[in-house]
């Protein structure tokens, strides 16, 4: 059983940066390919960025060269750091893990992200 635990959500003006971190327990984390997901009310969730146990990433569209994802294999973390922040970057941003392997997956609960002025 993997468990996730997402922080460092909360309220910033347009154009301001937050860091988000999520934190598994319970795993070997170079046997997980990481991402981040989020979902905004009334739209599906979409990921957001991934990284796999090597540190390849990949960035939705919408990122833009704005956010970065990284990956501290030896403390089991997954951080996204996001600059030029829009109000339509509000949502919830959720942790995720899948198991290299065997495709098993985890979410976090989830962490609250409001860009506003």
């Known amino acids: 059983q993997v468990h996730l635990v997402e922080s460092g959500g909360g309220l910033v003006q347009p154009g301001g940066s937050l860091r988000l971190s999520c934190v598994a327990s319970?795993?070997?984390?170079?046997?997980?390919?990481m991402a981040w997901y989020r979902q905004a009310p009334g739209k599906k969730r979409e990921v957001v960025a991934r990284?796999?146990?090597?540190?390849?990433?990949e960035y939705n569209d919408f990122v833009e060269g704005r956010f970065t994802i990284s990956r501290d294999n030896a403390k089991n973390t997954v951080d996204l750091q996001m600059n030029s922040l829009t109000p339509e970057d509000t949502a919830a941003y959720y942790c995720?893990?899948?198991?290299?392997?065997?495709?098993?997956?985890?979410w976090g609960q989830g962490t609250q992200v409001t860009v506003s002025a």
């Open positions: 319970g795993r070997n984390s170079s046997d997980y390919v």
């Open positions: 995720y893990a899948m198991n290299r392997f065997n495709a098993v997956s985890y």
């Open positions: 990284i796999d146990s090597g540190g390849g990433t």
